[in-house]
């Protein structure tokens, strides 16, 4: 079975232009998040989706950052205009659900995003 | 202070050894993560626990809730365990995932 499927794996844009990162979850996952890393530091969350519905999204910057995951499957998350602070990594994960039993995490390889 | 310390920052080791990365929260949890994260690659999670012990391979991972205290261990360690170890606390309350700062590991032959 395909794990986490996230593109483009890079991607390179000049500050200002608009920029889309796409992820397919595993089959039958609810819960999918999408985190922002930055070198040597730990995931930090964006948004997190039980289903289709944005049930975390607190730290997502709303003023330049979207995200939709419609029918509870794919996701895209969207930075219109990027910023030269916004170069990072961008990860998908999924889960079942949250709960002991359900939690187990699935990354994607994640996007990396370089702003010039 | 981070609601999620993890010890050491970076520790090396020679092939063989036994390692030791341990994970401390101060939040109350309902489950605890430990992944790994090879330079340049994704994240693959080791184990979710929330008491006790579980084992995989040379990997084994202990939770003590009443302690918050939890710890990686890794027997025979080889040049390929070279990772980033990280723990992350799933907070009881808000649901919200806390990531510790990771562990470097590098393992020598």
């Known amino acids: 079975e395909a794990g986490v499927v996230q593109s483009p794996r890079y991607k390179i844009i000049e500050k200002k232009q608009p920029v889309a990162f796409w992820c397919n979850p595993i089959?039958?996952?609810?819960?999918l998040y999408w985190y922002l890393q930055n070198l040597g530091q730990g995931p930090e969350l964006l948004i997190r989706y039980e289903n289709e519905e944005a049930v975390d999204d607190s730290q997502l910057p709303k003023d330049r950052f979207s995200a939709e995951r419609l029918k509870g499957v794919d996701s895209t998350l969207k930075i219109q205009p990027a910023e030269l602070g916004d170069s990072a990594v961008y990860l998908c994960a999924s889960s079942l659900g949250l709960r002991l039993n359900a939690g187990e995490l699935f990354f994607g390889e994640g996007s990396r995003l370089t702003v010039l | 202070k981070n609601e999620v310390e993890q010890s050491p920052q970076n520790l090396t080791a020679q092939e063989g050894e036994f390692i030791t990365i341990n994970c401390s929260y101060s939040?109350?949890?309902?489950?605890l993560h430990w992944l790994q994260q090879h330079p340049g690659g994704g994240i693959v999670s080791l184990f979710m626990l929330s008491s006790g012990k579980k084992k995989h391979g040379r990997l084994i991972a202990t939770i003590n809730i009443q302690e918050k205290h939890s710890s990686l261990h890794i027997t025979a360690s080889h040049p390929r365990d070279s990772a980033v170890y990280i723990c992350?606390?799933?907070?009881?309350?808000?649901?919200?995932?806390?990531f510790g700062t990771g562990t470097r590991l590098q393992v020598f032959p």
């Open positions: 089959s039958g996952h609810n819960t």
């Open positions: 939040v109350g949890i309902s489950a």
């Open positions: 992350a606390a799933l907070n009881y309350n808000t649901d919200k995932l806390i």
